[in-house]
Each structure stands twice: as structure tokens, then as C-alpha cells.
């Protein structure tokens, strides 16, 4: 049994002083108070959410695709381009490299567990792999040699549009027909029971632009009643695609003709009016907000405000990984809600001041698109837990809520970090992954074969 006392926690039940919460068989198995200040290990203790979306290989892009191109209305499109070409280098072997430093960096940043959105499936020109999980088994690996815990959603990638036209380029690598993909996430989810009891997997159709009707289908039924993620909405162009082929804006055909509830997350949904935002929150479903992604590719702005005064639920991914900071996102989501609106604490409430909505919702929100019971300091959930040293310039010792609001928006909440489980494995000390120096120089070694070919 392992043994964590803290000044301070964020349990269940709310803010609670000296606490001792026990851990065993990777779960919390109680929380109890303690004497005062006896024996405190840590400042403050707090549920570490799920980052529910993420494409680990573009972390390897980071800081390459800032640079105009010849179109003076360079945009999503062209960086996409981009990312095309980028993908005709990478093997097996760096794209595990590269997850393993990407799952390394959320743990952190203070993420415990992370949704996988995994569309890189075959190899150069969409030939298939002797294994057809080949790549998935891969990220399985890099995740169980971080420690992370993982929901993998194998992505079914069809075509490229609306109208059905032939992958072309790197878009080849994602390629399946729904015979294939159910063969392929079947050898998947037979490469997980290789990791640990908090690995899952769910499916993930890629967007309405890239399945048709039958992979639709096809891909909510192997789900088996895990979660379902899809890209929707993102961009402005793809509305008028969706609109153009299908008669109806992307949230909105999705809601009238999919039974959409809380397996579901919608990933970005940045391109939504009214009606369908207060569909979209009453629906149950989560939006998985990737904010500092969002601003990178100009996606546009989430309507956080509307959303959540409907009861609608979020949760938050970092997408491209082209920086990872928990504490970061979220500040991100909230300026943005304040740029739009002229506002200040846009998203906060009389009970509950802005870092707290946006904290609990991180945890809510990408526990439940994860099917991972985790979110929350309680006896029975996985013990999924950032300590935090708040005895130094940037946490000066605040306690609750202004803790809370102080790490999101002081700058430097990641720094305060001093220690990381997920699932009872302790897999950051002193602020450092335990394993940072041998997977950092891999991934050293791999950057470089990477950028002598781009």
C-alpha cells in the first residue's frame, strides 16, 4: 500500500486539509484526514485528467510549419499539406520513439492518461504492414514504456471528401475499407491486453468528410458501447463541404442521424451557431476542446460560454502536440471566451471561480470520453494524481480555488509540478519522468534522421 499525505486536496467531496490517501492495486483505496501537518508529503493534491485527443506523431512537426507559404491566405489546408509530406518519412520504430516522448511530456504537464486518436496505420503508400496492427502495437508499446495510461481509438479512414474521391499522398497511410479497419482494430485490441488493466479502447470515424454511411456504422458497432470520437466541425470549409454533399451543417446532420450521447466526444466543434451548440450540450456527448491546437491552425472559437450554460460537458486534448501544458489549455479556452466576448472570468460561476470550472471539467470531461474511471479523488477510481509544491514564487502557498486559478493563469503552474501517478504508477518525481533522460535522447537521435529527409 502506498501513502500520500498532502496539506491539501481536491477529493470528491471538495477542498479537504491534511489528508492521507492510500493506493493499492493502482486505485485509490482510501482518504482519510490526518493529524495537522503531520507528516505532510506535498502541498496540494489533485485528480489528473485524461488528455482526450491526440496525433503523437505531429509532435515531431512542432515549429516546422510556421513559416508563410507562397498563398497569401496560407491556412489549415496548407499546413495539412504539410503534414502529408511529413508523414512519407516516418517508420514504425520513430513513430513509437516520438509517442514515447509525447506521452512523457503530458505526464509532465500534468495529464495522467490520454485518448489516442490513431490514424497512421500503413506504411509508405498505403501498403499494409505483414501485421496490420503493426502501428498500433507500437503506440501500445510506447505508452506501457512511459507508464501513461491509454485509451487507444484505432481511426477508420476512407476517403478524401464528401465526395468520395481516392486518399491520395500521405493520406494513403491512414486508408481502410470497413473489412480492413474491423480486422485492424481487432488485432488492436488484442495488442492492449499486453499492457496494464487501465488500457481500453474505443473507435473513432475519422470526420464526415473521411467515412461514409456504411463506415459509420460499422464503426459504432466496435465500439461495443466504448467511447466513439470524431473530428467535427473544425473548419469553415468543411461545413460548406458537409452542407454541399449532405444537406445539412456537420453538427447538425450528426445529431438527426446518429443516436449521439455520452460515448460519444466531438472533437474541436468550433464551427457551430447556436441551435446546434444547444443540441450539442443537451445531447450528453462531450466536446473535446483543443485549445492551444485550435489557435495554432486558426480553427476558430469554441462558444465555451453558451455551451456550458446549456449543461453541455468538455473536456481537453492537445491535439498536434505542438506544445503540452495542461494548465495551459485551459487558460487558453477561457482568453479566448474573453476575446470574443470583451469579458472577464467568462467562464465562471457565483459558486465556483473560473480555474475551478475549468479544472473539473478537464477531469469530468476527459474521464468520461476515455471510458476511464478516473476524474476524481475518490476511494475506487484509478488513482490518477498530480502533487504539486505551491511553497515557492509561483504557487505562494494559495490554497483552493485561488490555488486553482493561480496555476492556470499565473504561467507557470507546470512548474509547481513535483510528482505524477496514473493508475498508482509513479511515474514523475522531482518534476521529471523517471525514464526522461533515455527516451529524450531517442527522440534526440530520431528528430535528426527525421529533418535530414524534409
Excluded at 503531520?38 to 512537426?61: C, D, E, K, Y
Excluded at 451543417?249 to 450528426?254: A, C, H, M, Q
Excluded at 509547481?416 to 525514464?435: E, L, P
Amino acid at each position: 500500500m502506498k501513502k500520500i499525505i498532502a496539506k491539501q486536496a481536491l477529493t470528491e467531496t471538495g477542498w479537504q486539509n491534511d489528508v492521507e490517501i492510500g493506493i493499492e492495486n493502482g486505485r485509490i483505496a482510501y482518504i482519510e484526514t490526518t493529524p495537522t501537518g503531520a507528516n505532510s508529503t506535498v502541498s496540494l493534491l489533485l485528480p489528473a485528467p485524461l488528455n482526450l485527443h491526440s496525433h503523437t506523431f505531429q509532435r515531431a512537426m512542432s515549429g516546422l510549419t510556421e513559416a508563410r507559404g507562397p498563398n497569401a491566405s496560407d491556412s489549415f489546408w496548407s499546413w495539412r499539406r504539410l503534414m502529408y509530406k511529413f508523414l512519407d518519412q516516418l517508420t514504425p520504430k520513430q513513430v513509437q520513439s516520438i509517442a514515447a516522448q509525447v506521452f512523457l511530456e503530458m505526464l509532465e504537464a500534468g495529464f495522467a492518461s490520454v485518448a489516442e486518436f490513431h490514424y497512421l496505420h500503413h506504411d509508405h503508400g498505403g501498403k499494409s504492414y505483414s501485421n496490420l496492427a503493426e502501428m498500433s502495437e507500437r503506440i501500445v508499446q510506447a505508452a506501457m514504456d512511459v507508464g501513461i495510461g491509454l485509451t487507444l481509438l484505432p481511426v477508420l479512414y476512407q476517403h478524401g471528401g464528401c465526395d468520395a474521391r481516392p486518399l491520395h499522398g500521405g493520406q494513403k497511410r491512414f486508408g481502410n475499407d470497413p473489412d480492413q479497419f474491423q480486422r485492424l482494430h481487432e488485432s488492436a485490441a488484442r495488442a492492449l491486453t499486453a499492457g496494464p488493466a487501465d488500457f481500453t479502447i474505443g473507435a473513432a470515424p475519422h470526420s464526415l468528410r473521411a467515412v461514409d454511411a456504411e463506415g459509420l456504422a460499422r464503426s459504432i458497432a466496435l465500439s461495443s458501447g466504448g467511447p466513439i470520437h470524431m473530428h467535427l466541425a473544425e473548419q469553415v470549409a468543411e461545413v460548406e463541404e458537409v452542407v454541399a454533399h449532405m444537406g445539412a451543417r456537420p453538427t447538425e446532420w450528426l445529431l438527426n442521424n446518429q443516436d449521439v450521447d455520452d460515448r460519444w466526444c466531438l472533437i474541436h466543434s468550433t464551427q457551430m451557431i447556436e441551435t446546434e451548440t444547444r443540441s450539442l450540450a443537451r445531447s450528453g456527448a462531450v466536446a473535446g476542446l483543443c485549445p492551444i491546437t485550435e489557435s495554432n491552425l486558426g480553427d476558430g472559437i469554441f462558444n465555451g460560454t453558451q455551451f456550458l450554460a446549456e449543461g453541455g460537458r468538455i473536456g481537453f486534448g492537445s491535439d498536434s502536440n505542438v506544445h503540452i501544458d495542461l494548465f495551459d489549455e485551459l487558460k487558453t479556452l477561457e482568453y479566448s471566451q474573453r476575446l470574443r466576448d470583451r469579458s472577464r472570468a467568462s467562464l465562471a460561476t457565483p459558486a465556483r471561480s473560473t480555474g475551478r470550472v475549468l479544472f473539473d471539467a478537464a477531469n469530468a470531461g476527459g474521464a468520461q470520453a476515455g471510458g476511464r474511471q478516473s476524474g476524481k479523488l475518490a476511494p475506487g477510481m484509478f488513482a490518477d494524481i498530480i502533487a504539486l509544491d505551491l511553497d515557492n514564487e509561483w504557487g505562494v502557498n494559495r490554497r483552493d480555488d485561488i490555488a486553482l486559478d493561480t496555476l492556470i493563469f499565473g504561467g507557470h503552474g507546470q512548474d509547481c509540478i513535483t510528482d505524477i501517478w496514473s493508475a498508482g504508477r509513479h511515474v514523475v518525481k522531482d518534476g521529471r519522468h523517471v525514464a526522461r533522460d533515455r527516451i529524450t535522447m531517442d527522440f534526440i537521435k530520431v528528430m535528426g534522421e527525421l529533418e535530414q529527409e524534409i
